[in-house]
């Protein structure tokens, strides 16, 4: 079972990196583009012993207790099988 | 018109930063983790005058070109409304 955690920075906190991505790329002569975001995602391979619940559970928990940090980011949670 | 690029090391890529992950939230007395692999993310905000189909060709560009290194990693492109 594997769960997919992505990781990103709050709406309302400036993001530097995404700004210097997105300048890179306009100077290299994309356009249309109105932002740019950079965000952290993590594959989760847990045994295939753990129930879907528990899989969801479990990686909810680490998300919020080590791959993010609440006070400037957001994150989301999908499972598969 | 929201671009989402996600990348990820090739499976035959060693992936040191995910292990250190790993081995950290094992640590904390997280069971049930067989493998953790770190990627990025990135959310592109483009122009609403932009078609589905260019901006799905727009961002595969950007991806292939600017955002992933080819030779160690691969990208997947989702684009919405």
């Given at each position: 079972?594997?769960?997919?955690v992505y990781v990103t920075l709050k709406p309302s906190v400036l993001d530097p990196q995404g700004k210097a991505?997105?300048?890179s790329v306009e100077?290299?002569?994309y356009g249309g583009i109105e932002d740019i975001r950079q965000g952290k995602?993590?594959?989760i391979e847990l045994d295939e012993s753990v129930k879907e619940e528990d899989a969801r559970?479990?990686?909810e928990r680490m998300a919020r207790e080590v791959l993010s940090n609440?006070?400037?980011?957001?994150f989301r949670v999908e499972v598969e099988r």
């Open positions: 079972m594997r769960a997919k991505i997105q300048h100077q290299l002569g995602y993590f594959e559970a479990t990686a609440p006070v400037i980011e957001d």
